[in-house]
C-alpha cells in the first residue's frame, strides 16, 4: 500500500505530463508544404532550400517519406523557395513575404523531370493564405508603414486601423511618450476590461496595470500583425487583440534615414494676442513645469524654447527641492538651482522672463501638500523634510509661495489643517484654481475670501507639443506695470492675474473688463433697417481668448447667442420686429460672456453701444 505522498508525487507528475511543453510567444515564422512530382506522387529526399532575399541567409532540409517539410524560426521577409533531386528540374517559387507573429506558410512544390541544372521558376502568383491557423487579424508590410501617414510616428496607432478596433483614449494623447490612450483601444464589443497583448520580437511590452510599457521607433518596426479573434494557445490568454511587431534586422542594402527634429521643425512662436489694460501690460505666464532635475525627461532649455513657440512670455521651471526625487540623480549633476542656470541664457536670448523656482513637495496625514516658491535666491536651503520649516524657509527668502493642484491625490480639495497652519503664518499667498486638465470648482470661493493670488498653471512633465486647433496650455494671465521680474512680482503681491484654462476666463472683473473692450471692437456701429427685417453686426475679436456670449437688447431687438473666434471677425444677426420704433435708437447691448468668469456663478458683462435708424 503507498503512502499518500507518494500518491500525490504520482499526480502531479500525470498532471505534468499532460499539461506538455510550454508554448511561448513566438515573433519568427514558418514555412512548410509537401514535394511531389508532376503526377502528384509525393517526392521523399528532396533537398528543400529557404533564402532570405533581404540577407542571402539560407536554410535546408530534406522531405520526409511522405514528402513533407518544415522549416521553423525564420525571419519575417521576402523569402525565396527552392527544391531540386537528381531527375527533376530545380523548381523556384517566389519571393514570397513571410508575417510576423509565429504565422505559417503552407508552400507546396512541384517537380518536372528534367535535369537538374534547369529549373522552373514560379512568380507572379496570388498571395499566398496562411492555411495552417484559424486565427484571423491583420497585417501591416513593411511598405505600408514607410508609406502611411503615422500620427506621431507612433506605431502603436496601427491597431486603429485594423477592423473591429475602436479607441477609448484622448486622440491628443498619443505621442511616444504616453502610453494612455494607446493602451485603451480595444476590440469593439470586448468590454472595456478587455486588455491588449502586445509583443515586440515576441517579447511582451504590457507592463503594470496592463498599460503599454515601451513604444518603439516606427523606423525600427518591420512588419505589424494584429490578431483579433481564434489565437493558438501561445497568444490566447489576452481578452482583447494580440499584438505583434517585427524590428528590422540588417540587409544587403544601405540605407539612409534623415530625421529633422521636432525643434527644428517647429522654430516659429505663435503669438497670443491678448490686449493690455490701461496702465498695465498682460503677460502670458506658466509657473509650473519640470525637467530632468526632478521626475522628468525634459531639459531646462527645452523648456524655455517651448514657452517661447507657445507664445508665452514669462515661465518658472519649478523642479523640486527635494532634490532626491530626480530620475538622474545617480547619473549627473543634480543640485538645486541648476536647471535655472541652465536655462537662463537662453531665456535673455529669446526674451521670456525666467523666474527662479522650485516646488516644495510634502505627504501629510490629510493629503499632499505641494507648494511653488518663486523669486527664490537659494533654493537649496528650502530642501527640509518639514513642510512649515520648508516654507518658512522659502519666506525667509522673501519668495512668493502659492499651492499647488489643492485636489490632487485627494476626492476634493479641502482647507486641509496644514494649509490653513501654513495661511495663518501668512506662508503662502496664492493658489492654483486649475492644473494640467483640472478645475477646482470648490477652491474658486477662497480666492476672494482670503484675498489669493489666482493661478492656472500647465504642471508639464512630458515634452510639450506644438499648440494647435486651440488647444493651449493652462496660462496665467498678469497685468504687469512693466515687463520684467520686477513688475512680474509686483503684480502677483498685488494679485492683478487671471486664469485662463479649457476655453475659460477667471479673473477680477476691475481687469477683466476692459480686457474684453480692448479685445472686442463693433465694426459697423451705425445702421439703418426696417420693422421686420434683419441686420448683421460684424464683431471682431483681436485676442486669441474665444467669447462664447449672449445678449441682452431691446424687447424689439432679438439676437442669436453665439461665439466670437478667436483673432476673427464674427457676425451677430439679429431681428428688428414690426413693432420697432421709427427714428434713430441708440442701443446699449449688454454682452454676457458666458465662458468669463469674476466670480463664483457671476459671468463678466460689457456694453456695445449701436446706433440703428428704423426707417
Known amino acids: 500500500m503507498h503512502s499518500p505522498f507518494f500518491r500525490t508525487a504520482i499526480v502531479l507528475l500525470l498532471a505534468l505530463l499532460a499539461a506538455g511543453p510550454a508554448t511561448a510567444q513566438e515573433a519568427r515564422s514558418t514555412i512548410l508544404g509537401t514535394v511531389s512530382d508532376a503526377q502528384g506522387a509525393v517526392v521523399s529526399g528532396a533537398s528543400v532550400t529557404i533564402t532570405n532575399r533581404d540577407t542571402n541567409e539560407t536554410r535546408c532540409v530534406t522531405t520526409s517519406p511522405p514528402g513533407y517539410y518544415e522549416v521553423p524560426f525564420l525571419i519575417p521577409g521576402r523569402h525565396r523557395v527552392a527544391a531540386e533531386l537528381a531527375g527533376f528540374k530545380k523548381t523556384v517559387r517566389g519571393p514570397v513575404d513571410l508575417g510576423v507573429g509565429g504565422s505559417s506558410l503552407e508552400i507546396n512544390l512541384a517537380l518536372e523531370v528534367g535535369n537538374v541544372v534547369e529549373s522552373v521558376t514560379v512568380t507572379g502568383e496570388a498571395p499566398l493564405l496562411e492555411t495552417t491557423t484559424a486565427s484571423y487579424g491583420s497585417i501591416i508590410p513593411r511598405q505600408q508603414i514607410i508609406d502611411l501617414p503615422i500620427r506621431w510616428m507612433n506605431p502603436m496607432t496601427l491597431m486603429e486601423l485594423s477592423p473591429g478596433m475602436v479607441s477609448r483614449g484622448d486622440p491628443a494623447s498619443t505621442q511616444p511618450w504616453q502610453t494612455s490612450a494607446l493602451s485603451n483601444i480595444k476590440t469593439m464589443g470586448s468590454g472595456s476590461a478587455a486588455i491588449n497583448e502586445i509583443t515586440i520580437d515576441g517579447a511582451t511590452v504590457v507592463g503594470k496595470d496592463r498599460q503599454v510599457g515601451y513604444i518603439p521607433n516606427l523606423d525600427s518596426v518591420g512588419e505589424f500583425k494584429m490578431e483579433l479573434m481564434n489565437f493558438d494557445v501561445s497568444t490566447g490568454h489576452s481578452s482583447g487583440a494580440f499584438v505583434n511587431m517585427s524590428t528590422k534586422s540588417g540587409t544587403n542594402r544601405y540605407h539612409a534615414l534623415f530625421l529633422c527634429s521636432l525643434a527644428f521643425a517647429q522654430q516659429t512662436r505663435t503669438p497670443l494676442p491678448v490686449p493690455d489694460i490701461p496702465g498695465y501690460k498682460t503677460l502670458k505666464a506658466d509657473f509650473h513645469m519640470h525637467t530632468i532635475f526632478s521626475d522628468s525627461n525634459v531639459w531646462p532649455t527645452v523648456r524655455v524654447e517651448e514657452a517661447w513657440r507657445d507664445g508665452l512670455d514669462v515661465i518658472?521651471?519649478?523642479?523640486?527641492?527635494?532634490?532626491?526625487?530626480?530620475?538622474?540623480?545617480?547619473?549627473?549633476?543634480?543640485?538645486?538651482?541648476?536647471?535655472?542656470?541652465?536655462?537662463?541664457?537662453?531665456?535673455?536670448?529669446?526674451?521670456?522672463?525666467?523666474?527662479?523656482?522650485?516646488?516644495?513637495?510634502?505627504?501629510?496625514?490629510?493629503?499632499?501638500?505641494?507648494?511653488?516658491?518663486?523669486?527664490?535666491?537659494?533654493?537649496?536651503?528650502?530642501?527640509?523634510?518639514?513642510?512649515?520649516?520648508?516654507?518658512?524657509?522659502?519666506?525667509?527668502?522673501?519668495?512668493?509661495?502659492?499651492?499647488?493642484?489643492?485636489?490632487?491625490?485627494?476626492?476634493?480639495?479641502?482647507?486641509?489643517?496644514?494649509?490653513?497652519?501654513?495661511?495663518?503664518?501668512?506662508?503662502?499667498?496664492?493658489?492654483?484654481?486649475?492644473?494640467?486638465?483640472?478645475?477646482?470648482?470648490?477652491?474658486?470661493?477662497?480666492?476672494?475670501?482670503?484675498?489669493?493670488?489666482?493661478?492656472?498653471?500647465?504642471?508639464?512633465?512630458?515634452?510639450?507639443?506644438?499648440?494647435?486647433?486651440?488647444?493651449?496650455?493652462?496660462?496665467?494671465?498678469?497685468?504687469?506695470?512693466?515687463?520684467?521680474?520686477?513688475?512680474?512680482?509686483?503684480?502677483?503681491?498685488?494679485?492683478?492675474?487671471?486664469?485662463?484654462?479649457?476655453?475659460?476666463?477667471?479673473?477680477?472683473?476691475?481687469?477683466?473688463?476692459?480686457?474684453?473692450?480692448?479685445?472686442?471692437?463693433?465694426?459697423?456701429?451705425?445702421?439703418?433697417?426696417?420693422?421686420?427685417?434683419?441686420?448683421?453686426?460684424?464683431?471682431?475679436?483681436?485676442?486669441?481668448?474665444?467669447?462664447?456670449?449672449?445678449?441682452?437688447?431691446?424687447?424689439?431687438?432679438?439676437?442669436?447667442?453665439?461665439?466670437?473666434?478667436?483673432?476673427?471677425?464674427?457676425?451677430?444677426?439679429?431681428?428688428?420686429?414690426?413693432?420697432?420704433?421709427?427714428?434713430?435708437?441708440?442701443?446699449?447691448?449688454?454682452?454676457?460672456?458666458?465662458?468669463?468668469?469674476?466670480?463664483?456663478?457671476?459671468?463678466?458683462?460689457?456694453?456695445?453701444?449701436?446706433?440703428?435708424?428704423?426707417?
Open 316 to 615: 518658472a521651471i519649478t523642479d523640486y527641492a527635494e532634490l532626491e526625487h530626480s530620475r538622474y540623480k545617480d547619473d549627473g549633476k543634480i543640485e538645486a538651482g541648476r536647471a535655472y542656470a541652465i536655462a537662463r541664457p537662453v531665456a535673455q536670448q529669446l526674451g521670456i522672463i525666467l523666474v527662479p523656482a522650485v516646488e516644495i513637495e510634502k505627504t501629510t496625514p490629510a493629503a499632499p501638500a505641494h507648494f511653488n516658491a518663486l523669486f527664490v535666491s537659494d533654493p537649496a536651503a528650502i530642501n527640509n523634510p518639514d513642510l512649515m520649516t520648508a516654507l518658512r524657509a522659502a519666506k525667509a527668502q522673501n519668495a512668493f509661495v502659492f499651492w499647488d493642484h489643492p485636489g490632487w491625490g485627494v476626492p476634493k480639495a479641502e482647507w486641509f489643517p496644514h494649509i490653513a497652519a501654513a495661511y495663518d503664518e501668512k506662508l503662502f499667498s496664492g493658489m492654483e484654481i486649475y492644473n494640467r486638465r483640472r478645475f477646482y470648482p470648490e477652491t474658486y470661493p477662497w480666492i476672494s475670501e482670503k484675498k489669493l493670488t489666482m493661478f492656472a498653471n500647465s504642471d508639464v512633465h512630458e515634452p510639450m507639443s506644438p499648440q494647435s486647433g486651440g488647444k493651449l496650455r493652462p496660462i496665467t494671465l498678469v497685468f504687469a506695470r512693466a515687463a520684467d521680474l520686477a513688475g512680474v512680482r509686483e503684480a502677483l503681491d498685488a494679485h492683478r492675474t487671471a486664469a485662463w484654462a479649457d476655453g475659460q476666463l477667471w479673473g477680477a472683473e476691475e481687469q477683466l473688463r476692459p480686457l474684453l473692450e480692448r479685445a472686442i471692437t463693433l465694426e459697423n456701429p451705425e445702421l439703418s433697417a426696417r420693422p421686420g427685417s434683419s441686420i448683421m453686426l460684424r464683431l471682431r475679436n483681436s485676442s486669441a481668448i474665444p467669447f462664447k456670449y449672449r445678449i441682452k437688447a431691446p424687447a424689439w431687438l432679438t439676437t442669436e447667442d453665439n461665439t466670437l473666434a478667436a483673432e476673427a471677425i464674427s457676425l451677430l444677426r439679429g431681428s428688428v420686429a414690426k413693432t420697432a420704433p421709427a427714428g434713430e435708437q441708440r442701443v446699449a447691448l449688454e454682452l454676457e460672456v458666458t465662458n468669463a468668469w469674476v466670480g463664483p456663478g457671476r459671468n463678466l458683462t460689457a456694453r456695445i453701444p449701436l446706433s440703428l435708424t428704423v426707417k
